[in-house]
C-alpha cells in the first residue's frame, strides 16, 4: 500500500514537471513569435521613417533654390499635374 501510493506521488510530480516544461516551452515560443512581430513592425516604420526624412530634405532642398513662384509652378506641376495653357504634356505610359 504504501510503495503504491509512493510510485503514484512520485508519478504525479513527474507528471506536474512535465506539464511546467511544456509550459514553459510554449511560452518562449510565443515571444520568440511576437518578438518577430515587432522587430517586422519596426522595420517598416524605420523605413517609413527614412522615406520622410528623405523627402523632407528634398523639400528644403527645393525650398532654398528658387524663389517662390518658382516653387509654387514647380510643385503645380509635379505634385498636381498642372501645365500652362499652351504647353502640352506628354505622360510616358510604358512603364519603364
Do not use: W
Not at 501645365?83 to 506628354?90: L, N, S, T
Amino acid at each position: 500500500m504504501k510503495r503504491k501510493k509512493h510510485f503514484l506521488s512520485g508519478l504525479m510530480l513527474r507528471a506536474a514537471a512535465v506539464c511546467v516544461g511544456v509550459y514553459l516551452i510554449v511560452g518562449i515560443v510565443v515571444n520568440q513569435v511576437s518578438i518577430s512581430s515587432k522587430q517586422q513592425a519596426l522595420d517598416s516604420v524605420q523605413q517609413q521613417l527614412e522615406t520622410q526624412q528623405a523627402e523632407n530634405e528634398e523639400l528644403e532642398r527645393v525650398l532654398t533654390s528658387g524663389s517662390e513662384e518658382e516653387i509654387v509652378e514647380r510643385v503645380a506641376r509635379d505634385r498636381l499635374g498642372y501645365a500652362r495653357p499652351d504647353e502640352r504634356v506628354f505622360v510616358d505610359v510604358s512603364g519603364s
